[in-house]
Every structure is written in C-alpha cells, then in structure tokens.
C-alpha cells in the first residue's frame, strides 16, 4: 500500500453476501484503513512490484514466453516501462501498451485457453498484475486494466470459466485489487481522484460488484460475496 495522507477522509462501503464477510481494519485512529485478510497475498504481491523493477541500464524491457498454439501477444513501451507476458495451453491473447510515461510495470499471465487480458498504463510507476488461469469448458476469462496518473496498483486474479473485470483508473494513488474464482462473476471497479482503495473477492457463479469512487480522496470499498447471482454496488463522491 503506498503511503497516503494522515487525515482519512473515507466513504466505507461493505457489502456482504451468502453470510461470507471479513472485517477490514484500522492501521490506526484517523489511519488508512486497510483491507481484510484475503487480499493480503494481491497487497503483497503489488507492493512488491513498487513501481519499474527492470534493469536500469536497459530500461525499457518486454519479456514474452509462449508455450502451446494461436496465442497473440502485442507490447508497445516508451519510455522507462517494463513488462512481462506468459502464455500456455491455446488462443489466449494479451496486449500491454504503456505509453508516454515513465516506471511501469505490467505482469500477464495466462493460462489454459482463451483468455485475454488489456492493459494500457501511462502516467508514472503504475502496477498491474493479471493472471488468469480457467480450467473449465474453455474459460474465456477477460480482464482489462486502464491506468492514468501515477502510482496506481491494479491487481486482477480470475480462475473458473468466463469471468470478466474491467478496472478504469484515473488519479493517483489508487488502488484496485479484483479476485474472483467460479463461473460468470462480473467485477467492474472505476476510480478517479487521489488515494481511492477498492476491493472485491468473489467465488460462485454469476455474482456482480461494482464500485465507483471518484472526488476527493481516500474513499475505501471491500465486497466479499460467495453463493450465486449477488449482486453489489457502491458509489462514492
């Protein structure tokens, strides 16, 4: 989590479905507040990446490893940006464009069939990690990161069979992180303004967030659902 102000001026949204809710906590009085349990390995993983991670001496990087048949890969990269793609079994297809900015970083990882993921970044030392796994009839998991600004996180984990998350970032500071297992789940995540955390973790089938946040600073959503066909969505001004 990157360091924020000292004075929260938060909107706190829980939406809890199928009884299935962990608490958030305080870092401390008139703190950050900070996500449950379950997003702690996304909160780990994200902060490791702390902005560019390539070789200083050749800043501008792009790793692609296919392995299996019809995949298709596009990166475009200006400026200090680096990226990863990684690819198995069938069609699975990813694009990372990071463009006028500088320290980006973008993970892809896919696997099995017929996934894809987006991922356009500009702004300075923004994050993204997408890995999508789908073991069931085909998968056909999709994910989409759009990030502006600077120093915006974006952590997206699906598993299962045609899961879809679209996360929309403009500001700074901002920070996303989407994980879902299971079939047909939908997460839509919009965030614009300074210091904005959303979080959503669901498992079933066919279940539905949508967090908008936008104005302001350092509004903070966490939906958690398990069970079939929930339905959440937050607005924050």
């Known amino acids: 989590m990157k360091i924020k102000m000292s004075v929260l001026a938060a909107s706190i949204a829980m939406a809890m479905s199928a009884a299935v809710m962990a608490d958030a906590t305080q870092q401390y009085a008139d703190g950050n507040t900070n996500p449950s349990s379950t997003f702690q390995s996304s909160r780990d993983a994200i902060d490791a990446m702390a902005g560019f991670n390539g070789n200083a001496g050749n800043a501008a990087e792009s790793f692609i490893d296919q ?38 970083e973008s993970i892809v990882d896919q696997r099995d069939q017929a996934n894809y ?16 796994e789908g073991n069931y009839f085909g ?15 974006s952590y997206i984990m699906q598993d299962g069979h045609k899961n879809l998350a679209n996360v ?28 904005h955390d959303s979080y959503v973790s669901q498992d079933g089938f066919a279940n539905r967030v949508n967090h908008s946040q936008s104005g302001g600073w350092q509004n903070f959503a966490q939906t958690v659902q398990n ?7 937050v607005t924050q001004y």
């Open 117 to 132: 993921a987006e991922v356009t970044q500009a702004g300075y030392s923004n994050d993204s990690i997408v890995s999508q």
């Open 67 to 104: 392995t299996g048949y019809n995949h298709d890969a596009n990166v475009v990269q200006s400026g200090n940006q680096w990226s990863r793609i990684t690819q198995q079994d069938a069609d699975n297809m990813a694009r990372v464009r990071q463009e006028s900015g500088a320290e980006n």
């Open 139 to 153: 998968a056909r998991n999709d994910a989409y990161v759009r990030q502006n600004g600077s120093l915006n996180d």
């Open 168 to 195: 929309n970032q403009q500001g700074d500071q901002l920070d996303s992180d989407i994980l879902q297992d299971g079939s047909y789940n939908q997460a839509v995540v919009n965030q614009s303004g300074y210091g």
């Open 227 to 233: 069970g079939v066909g929930n339905v959440a969505n």
